[in-house]
């Protein structure tokens, strides 16, 4: 991969920024080129690209050229050097829209984060050949001729420009969204080490920097505590995390991980300004509760103006956001790309044509990254993203987690016959009251688990419990810690027979459930690994195995093949006959 002859590689041809930025979308989307194009990364590391064959044609010389498109001042500090770290770049560069669901949790700390530091280069990479073009536009207006600057050197076609449109409504062009401030410390630092010059590592050039200490004050401190306590941050909390809780768990929640926060960041020439107001920054980072507070402020509702103009949105750990509330992912993209309810100074003559149209959201990059694929990011981008690059998938076959159980209780799987999607979860629950809880009102023993993957399942168990007077406890997210240790109690000593636990609670706890004799699973995890752990936890007796129920239906085979891995999965959703043993 030649990622440092970089930006040398649009000189004398019309790079993908300018392209994309110069594409008139009003004549049409351009072509598909029904078969994949040429040069289009087919795999990402292990993880195949979907979608390739509605890539349009007009992208070709992109993925024919050598080499990465991005400024050599940032392909020369690149850090990564992997096949599959250029494979992305390669993807980034050509400003398709990307769901990228096989991203990895870090495996340890301080290991480099090559997915972050690609998109990181190719959103500053973004940002410097945006100011590139305003600068040429400024020389131009002036009548200097371009200000020394060549076109062709700043990697920037002449069509767009010879119009003098080279900006949108309003400055911030980056839109970074993270569940955790310790995720926004991190892009920060990976910035301060691809932008910043200077002596040492990139928390001390960061220091230098405007904003630079406060920034570090506010977002990195948890990084110096936790060594001392081992502490594990709850919902913007320190909390102990023991070490008998899985590494995976301990590597998402060390730092600090609160979740609201916002700020802007100023790129200028060779340097970065933290905290700089929105309406003069480049990039804003927050997270979704972040805006979304400042939009519905009742003292002052900002109508979040500054999110006209943004031209690349990434939303990396996609997985954790929908353990929080992804409504407020969605409810943020609503004010993406609005046109401004006031011109904030901008001069309209050099306003992007497409802009003024109305058209922004059809050039908006949205890039997002999850550890596996779920329904709602594949609505989000049905339905909220429309990009006329196209869009692809990375996708990795799962394989299953049933070789990680330590013992092997019966396992039963229920076919729910279903129809359309709305109706879906209520046949669910009519197959559930029908067939599963008779077997729980003559079960003479306690200690089994119901699990639920959604809050909206857990308040319609918890209530279908209640008027049937099975003798339950109820484990949500929402308990505080005496709460659920109290909870946990009463089920191990069989003071209750069922204890109905949610997959959030699972996500920000990781419960060890002493007790447990069977599971029910009445929805599937969407982290398969959680599957494995209740499982696990199934105490077996020479008089019994245990046993594991689960209901599942057709819309339910991403999470199926994340446990039984993906041929098993299928055979199960298309078999005749609708029970299944695994033994």
Same mark, same amino acid.
């Given at each position: 991969g030649g990622g440092g002859g970089g930006a040398r590689g649009e000189a004398g041809s019309v790079g993908p920024f300018s392209r994309h930025m110069g594409w008139d979308v009003g004549g049409g989307a351009p072509e598909a080129a029904g078969a994949a194009v040429e040069g289009l990364p087919e795999r990402v590391g292990r993880a195949q690209v979907l979608g390739r064959a509605g890539v349009p044609g007009v992208q070709a010389a992109h993925w024919a050229s050598e080499g990465l498109p991005v400024k050599t001042r940032l392909a020369d500090r690149r850090r990564g050097t992997s096949a599959e770290q250029e494979a992305f770049l390669k993807l980034l560069t050509g400003y398709l829209d990307i769901l990228h669901t096989d991203r990895p949790l870090k495996a340890s700390k301080g290991a480099p984060d090559e997915h972050m530091e690609a998109y990181l280069i190719h959103c500053l990479n973004h940002v410097l050949l945006s100011s590139d073009a305003i600068r040429m536009g400024n020389a131009a207006a002036e009548g200097s001729a371009g200000g020394g600057l060549s076109t062709s050197a700043a990697g920037l076609g002449t069509e767009d420009l010879s119009a003098g449109k080279d900006q949108g409504f309003t400055r911030p062009k980056v839109l970074l969204v993270y569940p955790f401030r310790k995720f926004a410390l991190e892009a920060v630092l990976h910035i301060a080490d691809l932008l910043v010059s200077g002596e040492g590592n990139a928390r001390m050039r960061l220091e230098k920097v405007k904003g630079g200490k406060a920034f570090l004050e506010q977002f990195g401190a948890g990084e110096e505590e936790?060594?001392?306590?081992?502490? =594990?941050? @709850?919902? @913007?909390?320190?909390?102990?995390?023991? $070490?008998?809780? %899985? %590494?995976?768990?301990?590597?998402?929640?060390?730092?600090? =991980?609160d979740d609201h926060f916002k700020f802007g960041i100023k790129?200028?020439?060779?340097?970065?300004?933290?905290?700089?107001?929105?309406?003069?920054?480049?990039?804003?980072?927050?997270?979704p509760l972040g805006l979304v507070t400042l939009a519905n402020d009742r003292d002052r509702a900002d109508p979040l103006d500054f999110l006209s103009s943004v031209e690349i949105a990434v939303v990396d750990r996609a997985d954790v956001l929908q353990m929080q509330n992804w409504e407020h992912v969605i409810e943020l993209w609503g004010h993406l790309n609005r046109i401004?309810?006031?011109?904030?100074?901008?001069?309209?003559?050099?306003?992007?044509?497409?802009?003024?149209?109305?058209?922004?959201?059809?050039?908006?990059?949205?890039?997002?990254?999850?550890?596996? %694929?779920?329904?709602?990011?594949?609505?989000?981008?049905?339905?909220?993203?429309?990009?006329f690059e196209g869009l692809v998938k990375v996708v990795a076959p799962p394989r299953g987690v049933l070789a990680a159980l330590e013992q092997q209780p019966k396992q039963l799987y229920e076919r729910v016959a279903v129809g359309e999607t709305a109706d879906a979860e209520?046949?669910?629950?009519?197959?559930?009251?029908?067939?599963?809880?008779?077997?729980?009102?003559?079960?003479?023993?306690?200690?089994?688990?119901?699990?639920?993957?959604?809050?909206?399942?857990?308040?319609?168990?918890?209530?279908?419990? $209640?008027?049937?007077?099975?003798s339950f406890?109820?484990?949500?997210?929402?308990?505080?810690?005496?709460e659920a240790d109290r909870?946990?109690?009463?089920f191990m000593k069989g003071k209750a027979k069922v204890l109905l636990y949610s997959e959030r609670a699972h996500f920000y706890h990781r419960y060890r459930v002493r007790g447990a004799k069977d599971v029910i699973f009445y929805s599937l995890p969407d982290h398969p690994e959680y599957f494995s752990e209740l499982v696990n936890m199934v105490e077996v007796a020479p008089e019994s195995r245990g046993s594991v129920t689960v209901l599942f239906h057709k819309y339910d085979s991403l999470q199926l093949g994340r446990v039984v891995g993906v041929r098993k999965a299928k055979s199960m959703l298309q078999a005749p006959g609708d029970s299944f043993m695994i033994a």
């Open positions: 936790e060594e001392e306590d081992g502490g =594990v941050g @709850g919902r @913007g909390s320190k909390r102990a995390a023991g $070490s008998r809780k %899985p %590494p995976d768990f301990q590597e998402l929640f060390r730092g600090d =991980v790129v200028t020439k060779g340097a970065i300004s933290l905290f700089s107001d929105f309406y003069s920054s480049d990039i804003v980072v927050t997270s401004p309810s006031k011109q904030h100074g901008v001069d309209i003559m050099r306003v992007r044509q497409w802009y003024l149209a109305g058209q922004a959201r059809q050039y908006r990059q949205t890039v997002a990254l999850s550890a596996f %694929p779920t329904a709602e990011l594949n609505a989000f981008f049905s339905q909220r993203c429309d990009n209520d046949r669910r629950f009519a197959h559930f009251m029908e067939k599963v809880v008779p077997r729980l009102e003559g079960a003479q023993t306690s200690g089994l688990v119901l699990f639920v993957r959604s809050y909206f399942d857990y308040v319609r168990m918890r209530k279908a419990l $209640s008027d049937r007077l099975i406890v109820a484990l949500s997210e929402y308990a505080e810690r005496a909870t946990r109690t009463q």
